[in-house]
């Protein structure tokens, strides 16, 4: 159904919205009619106050009718305020559809110049209400446009209903840090949600206005009927004479009947016997179309008929407020303005509307390409042990890239079978040993429409997948607080199940280069063959080159000497003074001299495990294409310099023992004084929440790096309820930042802290265990509203502190501190 929504969605979008460009440019315009032909006309409609009485209508027609003796006085408009002009409409001449308006000074009825430009708002009128066609034509044209906005506002609303339902950030707050297609889908979706209100009240009402049977339909709800006419005045005998009229008498009762009357507005019937007609508005009405209605005879002025706008029914005033509703006066000059802005935003809806469909066909054409080339590429015989190659796209890029990577299977003789999830179902999983999953998340963290289907018989599937092996490429934009959300939930479903993952999910940031990198290991690890042997895999990504800036290593310190596991330093950088991130940023690094152009180049990497049974437990070392490495940044900006907690790996190659491409030359090649490439990039996911709440911060290794850059913000900001559980292997030797943590808790800014050995000759330790411990007062600490702050390593660390909240507080409570964004994590 969603689909079939979005398909309906973007089809009206293209083509009832290019028209609807024009009736948006037109509303904003006539939005502000009245202000600007005031601007376009100083002292037509509006003179400076003088301390003179104010002519009465009478005294009007009267001055008016000196200027154009053979003209017929039509209408009055006068108003209360002082120094406001008043207007005489005359009566057209033979053979004209419309007479003059001319202005009168209210003070002394002389003639003032003529209203310049009001034909070229009666154009841009005749446009906005009917296209410039016949009347009943263009109502009906409009009328269908109405239906149009009304179904995108609806179905948009629908598309993107966030999973977060009652969190207000979801639905109203759009992140400028977003790029590209994210920020142009942010962009619609999140503006739209604005102004939806609006556009719900301007189809609404230009339905009533543009279809007689809904007018009449609404009217009949609300106990209206239509405005009759006067009975036309009869005619007098031949040669008799009207009686005189008499328009003193006539306002002074309708004066005496309005005393609190703003404007009024005369209708001088041509016939003499006729009764008078004033439409008026008092100084208390609620919006300029709150009218009253008068009828007064003009020979005696005896009052005929009166209905002031406060004594109309309910359904009446209403009805009166329609018009009011629509251009937002019905709630002053603030509901104006926000619909003034609705209309203004109609053409970029429009231009957005046309980006995002125009970029998802450029990514399905290149996905049809890739498509095209897998399918050249050979069949695969039925009795082969294919590995499942399925993806969940929401534009293309996951289906672009999945069909990159089982082309390069296929070209290296790997069986591959290329599935999308809409079409997959769990029955099928059970018929697979190998799979690989390239999973887009949609808004925050949710699954593409065409993966909806698949999730939802997934969480509820009984199958076991003990007998698979899988790993998931997971495509996001680091700037949703839920980065790689399905792919995330894909991976932790799948483990439920009993699959077993080759590795921990692979984030990939906008097309990040290192994420693909570590992608193209793994099909290296399915393919089994040595580097020489291997395909080239070429795996679309770019970054560019100009993202980055040059920093220089400043300090370089060992934190852990003698520790039983690899070493840790405190990487020290000095660059741009006025770069700018939030706590628990990241940063990429380019190893040595290389950058971003070298990215097609190939590098060493350490051996990977076997992808399956039977195969030989390590391969030879693998060619991935250069890419940066990311760290956690572990100090602040008012720090003055970048930290960085960098682990030395250390790995076996065919030449002997070696150190990572990017950790070995910051921590060993590289000397005090050389140049980085860097960029600094953020990460709601696991930024600072929005509210000073408590804190518990939670993490092992290298993991300090992202915990120390926020304790370090709630130290500055004065913020004490906080609490660090932090574990690494011996306490002699691996105690990191012990000194800053000491000063921390002697300052009074860790009430609670817990460090934890895993290998002290004491007895071993690790975090998801002193949790357990201490679970009575981290429940404590979590009904009080504490936010929580995971950093470290996936495997083991996350994974077991997850398993222990679920014991300690439930799965419904932990879901809801993730859906809540109260329980952060940066684990790798």
Known sequence: MKKLWFQLHWFVGITAGTILILIGLTGSILSFREELLDFLNPGVRNIAVQDAPVLTPPQIAAAAKVLHPEARIASIIIYSEPGSTARVGLAPAKGETRGEAIFLNPYTGALLPPLHYDEVFEWVDSLHRHLLLPRDAGRIALGILALCLLGLSLSGLYLRWPRRVGDWRAWLKLDFRLKGRSFLWGLHSVVGTWVMLGYVIFTLTGIYWSFDVVRSTVD???????????????????????????????????????????????????????PLQIVWTA???????????????????????????????????????????????????????????????????????????????????????????????????ADADPVLLAYASQTGSAERLALQSAAALQAAGVPVHVHSLEKLTPPQLVKYRRALFVASSFGEGEPPDAARRFNRLLHTAAEELQHMQYAVLALGDRNYAQFCGFGHALDARLRTMGAQALHPTIEVDNGDTGALARWSGTLHALIGGDAASAPEMALSAAVADNDYTNWRIVGRTLLNPGSVGDGLYEITLSGDPAADWRPGALADIWPGHYTPADAPLAAQTPSVPAASPGTQATLAPAVI??????????????????????????????????????????????????????????????????EARPSIYIGNGSGMAGLRSHLRARVQAGERRNWLIFGERQREFDSICAQEIASWRAAGMLPELDLVFSRDVTGGEYVQDRMRVRADVLRDWIADGAVLYVCGSLQGMAAGVDAALEEMIGRAALDDLIETGRYRRDVY
């Open 625 to 690: 294409s250069l890419a940066p490495r990311r760290y956690s940044l572990a100090s602040l900006p008012g720090d003055g310099v970048l930290q960085l907690l960098v682990r030395q790996v250390r790995y076996e190659s065919a030449s002997g023992p070696a150190l990572g491409l990017a950790s070995g030359w910051l921590t060993n090649d590289a000397q005090v004084g050389d140049e980085v490439r860097v960029r600094v990039i953020a990460n709601p996911a696991f930024d600072t929440y929005t």
């Open 283 to 381: 100084k208390d009405a609620p919006h300029v179309r709150a009218r009253g209605r008068m009828s007064i005879n003009q020979q005696t002025g005896a009052m005929l008929k009166n209905e002031p706008y406060a004594q109309m029914t309910v359904g009446g005033q209403a009805q009166a407020s329609f018009y009011a509703l629509h251009v937002g006066s019905f709630f002053g000059m603030p509901g104006r303005i926000v619909m003034f802005l609705c209309s203004l935003a109609l053409p970029g809806f429009a231009i957005t509307g046309w980006m995002l469909y125009l970029n998802r066909r450029k990514q399905k054409r290149s996905a049809a390409a890739e498509r095209k080339k897998f399918a050249a590429g050979g069949a695969v015989t």
């Open 220 to 274: 009949g709800w609300l106990g209206v009927s239509r405005v009759v006419r006067e009975a036309p005045a009869p005619k007098l005998p031949k040669g008799g004479k009207p009686p005189p009229v008499d328009l003193a008498a006539s306002w002074a009762t309708f004066e005496g009947a309005a005393p609190n009357w703003r404007m009024a507005f005369l209708r001088i019937p041509e016939r003499a016997t006729a």
